[in-house]
């Protein structure tokens, strides 16, 4: 878990921003809050244009520098240690836990790869050689160099590496060797969705069942080409799900969940507008009874937080003092995340703003379950190269180590 902070978001003005009133680009590109937040910020000077406080009708300028002072709320991920596969001077190779995405997005940051490598293995520079989603596991590279990063980059890109993932799926899929060659197209980049279409990018994976666990089965993937979701959307589509897949494992592609590339006749705009509808935030962040409260009551629900914080660990002493995030300054650790960890809650560091909308949430802490999904990157293969990370548990086909048969089909 990661303290709330406040952090400044810094971008130039746009061309097509130029000469329109401030609050009428913050309410429509920056979505993030209602326009009666961003009002508040540019009238109490934490929403700035170069470094100065402006007026509620400033009208932008060419290369206005925008900041925007924010009360920060980062997502949980699973406690699992990131282990070293392997690491010389040029690579870094790491088997990566579910739930915590490679670099900075959305409402990540320090939670992310990049951060807690810097943070917690003095791992830093390191440059990106490919990306896994944020639910999957498994082997993730990284150039310590950009003279490796882009020789590895390349390999990628000329498909010349051989990758192996290995998923549990429902049902009993078929023996042998089977083949998906549907194209796949993205329905969005915004929400990040696909979806199995003629007008897609040929696509092609290869699967072959390693085992079955009562009514699941452990399947070997080996995806031939790097299409965004590629072996979620080819399972969705052949009709054997990954079991614990929040996205492509849901009736919101129709009655059969998209099997056959059937999902019940809606357009695009409508499977978006449903998608948006199912997995918003209360879904995807695990809010429990969130609701609005207002100013006066926002301090009371902070300090319920606060309270729940500290009761998890039995040898802190709560206290009632509460820092408020307008006095709170932007320090290093909190745009860089250059600060050791804590074991244990602080209380000092939690920070509250009676103007952030999050901190009137009442947020449950998620299960461990809920961050992880069942799709693991187990070997890469390149020319010259070759690793391998071991296998989860859940990926087990031994009956007594298998935690899908401890489960009751909760999945």
Known sequence: MVYP????????????WVGEGILNVFSREFRAHPAEEYKRSIEAGSLT?????VPIDYRLKHNDLLAN???RHEVPVTAHPITIVHMDDDILVVNKPASIPVHPCGRYRHNTMIFILAKEFNMRNLRTIHRLDRLTSGLLLFGRTAEKAREMEQQIRNRQVQKEYVCCVEGCFPDGNIECNEPIEVVSYKIGVCKVSPKGKDCK????????VGDYSIVQCKPLTGRMHQIRVHLQYLGYPIVNDPLYNHEVFGPLKGRGGDIGGKSDDQLIRDLISIHNAENWLGIDGAREVSTNESLKVSENTVSRLANTDSNSELKTEIKSSPEAKVTVSTQTGHEAADCSFDHSKLSVDPHCQECRMNYRDPKPADLVMYLHAWKYKGIGWEYTTELPNWASIEGDNCELSLRDKRC
């Open 5 to 16: 902070y406040s952090f400044t978001f810094t971008t130039f003005t746009k061309g097509r």
């Open 49 to 53: 244009v170069n470094h100065e406080k």
């Open 69 to 71: 002072t924010v009360h």
């Open 205 to 212: 994976t290869t699967f072959k069942r390693l085992g079955q």
